[in-house]
């Protein structure tokens, strides 16, 4: 497998400049945090090739793409060797899983090699597929190419769309195949991220009464993450507050564009407030709050239109660690907690409402113009509209009424659209604003390109059934710039083919 993939580094960067270290690690969670992780160094492969190192992402971490691309650099992606001054490590954490909770889970496919400073902060340089560690529960701690491949090219779009998120700095095949239920290549993804701290990782330690380390913890988490709450009164409150307020946000940017995270454990949300952990996540097509994708949800918990009470529940969860550092008298602190949790409604539908009426246009939203966005949303269920096309075409019709033509079009129940249209272009017309204005906002916030699923699973096909990489290089390349007209890449924005009981799988 390995001698098909051709190394690429996409977009062309100069010969590799004299450096002495290829990450210049500065390590604090291991430094800072001892008794957390547990040591685990990557277990090396049969033959690693590159697929793709992320340039740009490279030159933001302050790293030279080119030398990562290089034999050592590929060796390193693949856990063939450890860099100067890494410091690798499984970290522990625990976890609801589908609302049962797990006492002990940690990272069983994972390993954090260290941190690096670059011009946007402190970042984590995880391998995802690298071997066991301590806990791996029996796992061969290895993952598969598609699955991989499915994590840089939606993580990488969610980032193009401007959603905070862990990015995919490379990705390798390791020259051996892995065992699931037939013989799959192998590979390893490189991940970046704010950090690996977890709502889970909190629940780790709080679930052992150890409270002085969920105040380390703590503390750890506001120096590195929230350093404004540092010194004030009720920092651990404020700490809670500050996670509420980035997951309100961040779960308002999912449904905004159609997104489902597909499996929303507690071990999968990010302190840091970043979409972490791309199992079997997805892009709805058609329109329906109940949609699920993932082959593990059976009951729909995680289904596009629960994650903001999901995000809530896990949100929850987290306040309860976090109980014993707001009061010493635990009825006062439960209190506390509720307060804060209180809050979470407000923030999360004050975002989403004021980004989907901007959706339409509208981005001085009122109640009314909110509930004329909704009104959309629910003639595109019954009309088994496209999401993201019934967005996008929006915005030509916002400048040109003749364009609702093709509007309509996606709408099984066409007569509901037009009773909507009638309303929603006389309320643009009340603003007094351009139609071309009005065009332009709504294509800052509405994609043409998103990853559908047809188009990441015809990716994932072509690599590893053939080998093919050029379709993986050319959908990232499409998302790079989803919010931009690309009149040679238009198919990519065609109505997708109809995929009746499309699902995906945990493999990374």
Known sequence: MSSAVSPAVDPPVAAATDRTALFPFDNSYSRDLPGFYASAAPTPVAAPALVKVN???????????????TPEGVEIFAGQRVPP???????????????????????????????????????DIQLKGSGPTPFSRRGDGRA??????????????????????????????????ILRDRPLPGAVLARVAASHIRIGTYQFFAARKATDAVRQLADYTIARHYPELAGTEQPYLGLLEAVIGRQAALVARW??????????NTDNMSVSGETIDYGPCAFMDAYDPQTVFSSIDHMGRYAYGNQPDIAHWNLARFAEC???????EKEQAVAIANAALGTFPARFYGAYHAGLAAKIGLPDADEADVALALDLLSAMIAGKADFTLTFRRLCRAAEDEEALSPVRDL????????????RWRARLAATGREGAQIRAGMEQVNP???????????????ATERGDFAPFEELNT????PYADQPNFARYADLPPRMEGYQTFCGT
């Open 411 to 422: 709408f099984l129940d066409r007569d509901a659209f037009d009773a909507w249209a009638a």
């Open 85 to 123: 001054g890494a410091d690798p490590i499984a970290l522990a954490y625990a976890g609801h899983q589908f609302g049962q909770f797990v006492p002990q889970l940690g990272d069983g496919r994972a390993i954090l090699l260290g941190e690096v400073v670059g011009r946007n902060g402190r970042r």
């Open 478 to 481: 499409v998302l790079a710039t």
């Open 255 to 264: 449904l905004q564009m159609g997104f489902i995270h597909g499996v929303m």
């Open 55 to 69: 340039a740009a992402l490279a030159e933001e971490l302050g790293l030279d793409p080119a030398a990562l691309a």
């Open 322 to 328: 976090l109980v014993p550092l707001f009061h010493p």
């Open 448 to 462: 043409a390109f998103v990853p559908r699923n047809h188009l990441v699973e015809a990716v994932i096909a072509a």
């Open 144 to 177: 598969a190419l598609g699955p991989v491949l499915r994590e840089y090219i939606v993580s990488e779009a969610m980032a193009a769309l401007g959603i905070p998120t862990t990015r995919a700095l490379a990705a390798v095949t390791t020259g051996e195949p």
